[in-house]
């Protein structure tokens, strides 16, 4: 039987791509802090240049410790082959570089995150790539939308920071009709909740700074998909732009990758628990979580994620410094933009992460003033229920 799929998701996340008998017995993955490899002739060093020998050359171009962080992440994520980025916003950017030329367009789910929504715009301001965002309701809506000059199509579900859902299969169908990728951005699932390739599309990008580190000490970003292009990603925009990651930070993505079920399993009965109190109360006004029955896509998340995860969205009664204020009044819960930490996190979408989309464009996504996006954290659900509390009770 095939080694990558003997064992459980579990066990993957704590042993796949580390073999410890070929590192001297060593439980942990060592750290190849090197920039540079050392070869033992010169006619060596030619070979690998020209690809007739595979080896490492320079940690830009590949790093022990990295490619056991890249080989991991292709199993859990059902893909073929990974790489690894300094940065979410460096895979981004190389997966896009990769998939498009002047001229081209991108279609795009409603909503996406504030820097990737800057990086479109740039995008079409310096070369010319079109962009246009869809609310992906149906099949024929998205065969109507694809132009011929279509490139790829981009999804983020949950979208960041409405947590509106995109039926990933669907949107697979009409992009294989119209031969082009699908690109989906998984960062607020990880793989343990929600796996895209299996449900048909062929590029995952993640943020690793968020769930797959899981403690907030690390910027990093992963892309899975097939091969083919990952080795034409690797040899182009990955080389030469150069957003890679460092061996120390893919050390701390694998430490983190070991406890990811864990994590993600206590994320979720805590989100469950806050969604239901914040649903219960009287100056909540809409929320915005996946594991809500009454929301519009539950039916979508009960087909393609496995638990509705860790984030919540909500709006309060009131106006923007009224939100403010709430936030200002919390004490246990930190306000600050990333998620996915052991510690519960706020931020205020329209003047933080999503501040630089114009307002219009943000009204459009769903983005209120009053809108404010809750990473729900490890603590005990009653301390953060309780901070929540009585933040409510001084707005």
């Not at 993955?29 to 050359?57: H, L, M, V």
């Amino acid at each position: 039987m095939d080694r990558k799929h003997r064992f459980n998701f579990e066990t993957q996340v704590i042993h796949e791509g580390y073999d410890a008998e070929r590192f001297k017995g060593s439980l942990a993955p060592p750290i190849f802090q090197t920039s540079t490899f050392t070869f033992e002739t010169a006619q060596q060093g030619e070979k690998r240049f020209s690809g007739e020998e595979e080896g490492y050359i320079y940690s830009r171009l590949g790093n022990p410790t990295v490619k056991m962080l890249e080989e991991r992440m292709a199993v859990l994520e059902k893909g073929e082959a990974a790489l690894a980025f300094g940065s979410g916003m460096a895979a981004v950017s190389a997966v896009l570089f990769a998939l498009t030329k002047t001229g081209d367009h991108i279609l795009c789910s409603q909503g996406v995150y504030g820097c990737t929504f800057g990086l479109l715009e740039m995008m079409e301001e310096k070369f010319q790539i079109s962009h246009d965002f869809s609310a992906m309701e149906s099949k024929q809506q998205l065969l109507d939308e694809i132009k011929p000059e279509t490139a790829c199509i981009y999804v983020e579900t949950p979208i960041n920071p409405t947590m509106k859902l995109v039926d990933l299969s669907m949107v697979a169908e009409a992009a294989k009709e119209k031969g082009i990728p699908v690109v989906v951005d998984n960062t607020f699932c990880s793989p343990y909740l929600q796996n895209p390739i299996e449900l048909g599309c062929d590029i995952v990008i993640h943020s690793a700074t968020k769930y797959i580190g899981g403690h907030g000490d690390v910027v990093a970003g992963l892309v899975i998909g097939s091969k083919e292009f990952l080795d034409k990603v690797s040899m182009t925009t990955q080389k030469d732009i150069g957003g890679i990651i460092s061996p120390f930070d893919a050390w701390l993505l694998l430490r983190g990758l070991k406890t990811l079920a864990v994590r993600l399993d206590k994320h979720c009965d805590n989100a469950e628990r806050l969604a239901s109190y914040l649903l219960a109360h009287p100056k909540v006004e809409k929320v915005y979580f996946p594991g809500d029955s009454n929301n519009a896509d539950f039916e979508i998340g009960q087909k393609q994620m496995r638990r509705p995860g860790g984030m919540i969205s909500f709006t309060l009664k009131g106006d923007k410094e009224t939100a403010q204020e709430f936030m200002n009044r919390l004490n246990l819960i930190k306000i600050a933009v990333s998620l996915g930490d052991a510690e519960t996190l706020i931020q205020h979408p329209a003047t933080m992460t999503h501040a630089v989309v114009p307002k219009g464009s943000r009204e459009k996504m769903g983005i209120e003033d009053t809108l404010l996006r809750l990473s729900v954290g490890l603590e005990s659900v009653e301390d953060i229920r309780d901070d929540l509390s009585q933040a409510l009770e001084g707005v």
